[in-house]
């Protein structure tokens, strides 16, 4: 028996080594290739057609993945909106670009800010470049039909589907999970539309929070239907009536009837229709990617001027420091970006900075620095927010303070509230797994936070103070940034999330639009006439992540993860960010699951 043991745990080391070794030797071999590929230079062939290929989905920024492509997993197909839109410019001024081919793919969507960004830069070049524009898709989601929609010619599988639905957001709620396994949230916070809490206090929306996301999925549904409707010449009024019809489900001979696609076609029949509208012969026209045309736009010559206009990608969850063990969500870490924007004050060459913020908030200390550090560019040149799908709660006091904000009309911004959250498990710990705590204490304080126990009425009315005045600060913030009065801010706040166009109306944002936009106050501002820009920080080392691919703390393992647990991630992702919080958050009240 011993002996059986023996060969046993001899075979599983040999394993486990071969393991290892091809795990390597996969490594060297993709470094060896990213090397050579290096090498190569890219350039726009004659008669070229951009390629923009909707597969996957579509990031603030996006870093190379070589393991996507091997894996063959869509969850690590990713592009960033930043190519996206270098490449469509870049394809606009590009005399040997001649057209733009849309592809509709396994297509996971994005948040409508994004999408409402890149539609309006292919309308900036159908306008401008008069230029074509063709998408095919074997199906198309809601999303990649909205982007689609404006094309020349927008065809279809001839058992293809549209996705055309409506809106819908949802919210998990906890409660229940929370009661079963005996342990509760205390919770204080100011803002009635303030519901992060609510899906651990709750089990459906309170009143104000189904009021807020009414209204603001309303508008960006009306913002989207207006934007179709203009580009197919159909009514507001017709888009509708079909949405409710369930025309997802009908025959594609009823999409090309009521006008919704332009032709039914194979995918072997594109080049064709493609090869005819740049009158040439079939197949006689070269294709680029994204990626490809947006490294070719980036290595072009930045000027002579030596003015630097910065953009500074200000993405993700605000924290104090970076989130330790299994984690590949974006970040803004508030140590980091303090030091880097500190740079960017004291650079002389940089004239003006633009902050592109896409962020539902987080730490409100963080955020806090974040703010005197955009006060300290404010003092030496221009500083111009440019929003991207959320700049909420932490998102927006990290905004307030800028020379001028722009934001798409379909961002979702405001949520001005905070709250604090805190775990009790004294049900937990005594009655269901028989652990007891007893503590010997100097000071009525002197355990605060300990989560065997409920708060008491002294701790709660203490806390409720800390975060009214941290609340008072938030909104003097916001009145100081916007020019406002405090009163005024108080009452648009209450922690309610406003779409970029409502926030407009209501002047916590002055300009709808996008990047671009942006770049452009800024340059004025600033008074450039000639200028390079350059983008901060740098994207992540390819190489610096290989390991984290493979030893599972990169995102290979959070897409495993995301792929075995499907719709149920989101539950994982709600916890996981639950139980790293420290201090008081001002974040956004949940977390936007759209059908896009």
């Known amino acids: 028996m011993k002996q059986f043991f023996k060969y046993v745990i001899a075979t599983m080391i040999g394993v486990f080594a071969l393991v290892v070794i091809i795990s390597v030797i996969s490594i060297i071999s993709l470094v060896g290739m990213a090397a050579v590929g290096s090498g190569n230079t890219v350039s726009v062939s004659d008669n070229s057609v951009l390629v923009i290929n909707l597969n996957g989905s579509i990031a603030e920024r996006a870093d190379e993945n070589p393991f996507a492509g091997l894996i063959g997993n869509n969850m690590l197909t990713e592009t960033g909106l930043d190519d996206i839109l270098t490449a469509i410019n870049h394809a606009k001024d590009e005399d040997k670009v001649k057209g733009i081919y849309i592809e509709s793919g396994n297509f996971e969507g994005a948040s409508p800010a994004t999408l409402q960004e890149i539609r309006n830069a292919l309308a900036d070049f159908k306008k401008d470049s008069g230029k074509f524009i063709v998408s095919y898709g074997d199906s198309y989601s ?320 203490t806390l409720q103070r800390y975060i009214n005045n941290g609340y008072d600060l938030f909104t003097r913030r916001c009145a100081d940034g916007r020019h406002m009065k405090q009163d005024s801010i108080k009452v648009i706040g209450e922690g309610r999330v406003w779409t970029g166009q409502h926030a407009k109306q209501i002047g916590l944002v002055d300009q709808l639009g996008g990047l671009d936009d942006a770049i452009a106050v800024a340059k004025k501002k600033a008074s450039l006439d000639e200028c390079s820009i350059i983008t901060y920080p740098a994207k992540k080392d390819i190489f610096a992540d290989l390991l984290n691919e493979v030893n599972g703390n990169g995102t290979y393992a959070d897409a495993q993860m995301k792929q075995a647990l499907g719709e149920y991630y989101g539950v994982f992702t709600t916890i996981r960010k639950a139980s790293r919080r420290t201090g008081i958050q001002a974040s956004m009240p949940y977390q936007v699951k759209w059908n896009l």
Not at 158 to 183: C, H, N
Not at 262 to 284: F, G, Q, R, T
Not at 392 to 405: K, Q, T, V
């Open 142 to 461: 809601q999303g990649a039909y909205y982007l689609c929609s404006l094309a020349d010619s927008v065809i279809i599988n001839p058992q293809g589907m549209i996705e055309w639905i409506g809106l819908a957001s949802q919210t998990m709620y906890f409660k229940d999970f929370f009661e079963k396994v005996g342990v509760s949230m205390q919770v204080v916070k100011v803002g009635t539309y303030k519901s992060a809490v609510e899906p651990f206090l709750l089990n459906e929306m309170s009143d104000a929070n189904r009021e807020q996301i009414t209204v603001f999925e309303g508008e960006i549904w009306s913002n989207m239907v207006a934007d179709i409707s203009k580009s197919r010449k159909l009514s507001a009024d017709k888009l509708n009536q079909l949405a409710d019809s369930g025309i997802v489900f009908d025959l594609t001979a009823k999409y090309l009837k009521e006008k919704l696609v332009d032709k039914l076609a194979y995918s072997d029949e594109v080049p064709a229709i493609i090869s005819n509208m740049m009158k040439v012969d079939k197949d006689d026209y070269n294709t680029i990617s994204v990626k490809d045309l947006a490294s070719i736009a980036s290595s072009e010559p930045k000027g002579t001027s030596g003015n630097i206009l910065a953009v500074y990608y200000a993405y993700g969850d605000i924290v104090e420091t970076p989130s330790e063990g299994f984690s590949t969500e974006n970040e803004i870490v508030g140590t980091k970006v303090i030091k880097d924007l500190q740079e960017l004050a004291e650079d002389d060459d940089v004239k003006a900075v633009v902050l592109r913020v896409n962020s539902g908030g987080g730490s409100a200390y963080a955020s806090e620095q974040i703010w005197h550090q955009v006060m300290n560019i404010k003092s030496k040149k221009p500083i111009i927010v440019s929003m991207g799908d959320y700049a909420a709660s932490g998102g927006y006091y990290i905004s307030c303070a800028a020379d001028w904000i722009v934001a798409q009309p379909n961002t979702l911004t405001g949520s001005i509230g905070i709250f604090g959250t805190f775990p009790e498990a004294s049900e937990l710990l005594n009655d269901k797994i028989g652990v007891h705590f007893n503590t010997v204490k100097t000071n009525s304080f002197a355990d605060f936070g300990d989560f065997s126990r409920q708060l008491s009425e002294a701790e709660r009315n």
